[in-house]
């Protein structure tokens, strides 16, 4: 537990990680609860869905992991930017499945899929940011930096 109060308390910077965390509960609360998605859809729908969710997470991985920077600092930037692309994707994808979901279903009460729609639009749009906010790190990693001067 932090000492800072929660009024005092800045934006990480990864708020898209946060809001992940957030989506996968509620996806997965959803999509296997019986009331919401019967048993008999279960093949159809919460396999291939939770599925991606899954992809979307190696791709958040792989871009949080990166850090661009040293010799190869440009190809691990793109890195970056490309994991940050294909996780917007997918979580694009996975609001499309959503939607064709209850559009085929029209038993499938849209209103308690309210709060998870929110939750994965403004994913999209964190990692768009999170996106264009990658750069190259400046300053030196260790293999880089000059050995250390001994005192003699």
Do not use: C
């Amino acid at each position: 537990m932090s000492n800072v109060f929660r009024r005092f308390h800045k934006p990480t910077g990864i708020d898209y990680w946060d809001n992940a965390v957030e989506a996968d509960g509620e996806l997965f609360r959803i999509l296997t609860n019986e009331k919401i998605v019967p048993k008999s859809r279960r093949f159809i729908y919460t396999i291939p869905i939770l599925s991606l969710m899954g992809k979307e997470w190696n791709y958040i991985g792989l871009a949080f992991d990166t850090y661009p920077a040293g010799n190869d600092a440009e190809e691990k930037l793109k890195r970056k930017k490309d994991a940050f692309r294909n996780a917007r994707d997918i979580n694009e994808a996975i609001i499309r499945q959503l939607q064709a979901m209850v559009r085929r279903h029209p038993e499938i009460d849209i209103d308690k899929l309210d709060h998870l729609g929110d939750l994965l639009t403004k994913e999209s749009s964190l990692l768009d940011k999170a996106r264009e906010n990658s750069r190259v790190q400046k300053g030196q990693t260790k293999a880089q930096r000059p050995p250390a001067r001994v005192a003699r």
